[in-house]
């Protein structure tokens, strides 16, 4: 919305504060649920519920994926300091998010970034699509 909005206390800073929250909650019942059965969750094969790199994922799609693959496909091309602007709000969110920001350092570390995630990734469910 604007500068005040990301300031603590402001609306765009408590919902982000809230989502991480949110992914506190969802690891703490996932490992809840794993206690009671360990089949529910395979950590082994895919590390820890709610992990840092599922966050540097979420990043990289929420972020990346507007900027590098999203608008240019409907003709909008961001100016160089559009994307800036766009990426240091984003490295400001994964802060709050307790994320590694150096991953979204500039354009050419975040589009590396976003190409990583989406080659070592699996394809979408049908879920991933829709979101």
Request: charged share 25%; hydrophobic share 40%; with cysteine.
């Amino acid at each position: 919305m604007d500068l005040e909005s990301i300031k603590p206390g402001g609306e765009g800073h408590t919902s982000t504060v809230r989502v991480r929250l949110l992914h506190a909650t969802v690891r703490n019942r996932i490992v809840k649920l794993m206690d009671q059965d360990p089949t529910y969750f395979d950590e082994a094969k895919y590390g820890a519920p709610v992990n840092m790199r599922d966050a540097i994922h979420a990043t990289a799609i929420f972020c990346c994926m507007p900027l590098f693959r999203q608008l240019p496909k409907i003709g909008i091309q961001p100016r160089p300091q559009e994307t800036e602007d766009f990426l240091a709000l984003f490295r400001y969110i994964a802060y709050i998010m307790a994320t590694p920001n150096g991953f979204f350092d500039g354009a050419e570390q975040s589009k590396a970034t976003m190409e990583s995630v989406m080659m070592c990734e699996p394809e979408p469910t049908e879920s991933s699509k829709a979101v």
